[in-house]
């Protein structure tokens, strides 16, 4: 049987990714992921292609896209209609695609002083959504070159910078930004800030609220809202299980045996069923169940199916072979 995880049943869909067409070592890595609201399931990988979307049964419905630096995906609805938000790590593109790959919207680095001497190299997006009381700006992490986060307005005209001074201290990669609506039309924008094991916190307008973490987290790359809390993907093998005030409920598949300050260090374990290899990115579906994709190459979907009665499942698994 495939292994129970707390409330959850782990299962895998790697076997149903089509070949991936990247030379080198990143090929086909699992970078971004989101649960669309019927059911399906949107991946992002270094690869061509490199959007796949599945339907609710789990089968490829489309591929489209050549990113080979795949990173950052979010997800966002404007009229009743759904569209991705991209980032290449490589190229430095930051993309607003229909979800056939249409390109809707283009944002190119801001004339901004830090890259006088830094690199742009965007790594997420999150939308500031009206269909939550936003306006529809953008947030852009560049967690891989000047390490700052840059807010537009919808209109991609530069508003503001961030590099973690007016908050808990200067951003060390700050990987990803995620909008998260707190009721009553209030929205708050959680920084991964992952070279400082932990999350900064900021209202829309960019004012610092708090941060927490870094006395738990090893490495977040991300942050997903649950129905009654978040799952913070860890790059370092496990996926961190958060309450609503962000401490730690639980881990799920933490894998102790990395010795992560190798070099290439996700490719050189094999993949094991139940636990983590290098998870970059979680999504939360409708019906809680949580899909984690990883950053090895090749990559890897993992779904941890929510169990409609943990207790049951339990001793049924006691019971079986």
Not at 169 to 186: I, L, Y
Not at 233 to 254: H, K, Q, T, V
Request: proline share 7%; net charge negative; hydrophobic share 35%.
């Amino acid at each position: 049987m495939e292994p129970l995880l707390a409330n959850y049943r782990w299962s895998e869909t790697t076997p149903g990714l089509p070949p991936y067409d990247l030379p080198g070592d990143g090929a086909g890595r699992t970078h971004g992921v989101a649960c669309l609201p019927d059911g399906g399931l949107v991946v992002f990988r270094q690869s061509a292609p490199s959007v796949l979307r599945f339907d609710a049964a789990g089968r490829l419905a489309d591929s489209w896209g050549d990113h080979f630096g795949a990173h950052g995906l979010c997800l966002v609805e404007e009229g009743g209609r759904m569209f991705l938000w991209l980032t290449d790590q490589f190229t430095g593109a930051v993309e607003k695609r229909t979800l056939g790959g249409e390109l809707v919207q283009q944002i190119p680095p801001p004339a901004h002083p830090v890259y006088e001497t830094a690199k742009f190299v965007p790594t997420w997006v999150a939308v500031d959504e009206e269909r939550f009381g936003g306006d529809g700006s953008l947030w852009l992490a560049d967690g891989y070159g000047a390490q700052v986060v840059h807010i537009f307005d919808r209109d991609g005209k530069h508003r503001l910078t961030l590099d973690g001074t007016s908050g808990a201290g200067r951003f060390s990669c700050p990987h990803a930004v995620d909008c998260m609506p707190c009721g009553e039309g209030s929205r708050q924008f959680y920084i991964a800030d992952r070279g400082n094991r932990r999350f900064q916190v900021y209202t829309p307008a960019g004012e610092f609220v708090r941060s927490f973490g870094d006395d738990f987290l090893t490495s977040p790359c991300c942050i997903a809202q649950s129905s009654d809390g978040f799952v913070v993907p860890e790059l370092f093998g496990s996926l961190a299980i958060l309450n609503s005030d962000g401490s730690l409920r639980d881990r799920l598949g933490e894998n102790t045996t990395l010795q992560t300050d190798q070099p290439g260090w996700a490719n050189r374990y094999p993949l094991e069923t139940g636990k983590f290899n290098s998870p970059h990115a979680a999504a939360v579906s409708t019906s809680g169940d949580i899909y984690v994709v990883e950053w090895r190459v090749g990559g890897r979907i993992v779904h941890l199916k929510q169990l409609e009665d943990p207790e049951f499942e339990k001793q049924l698994k006691g019971l079986l072979p």
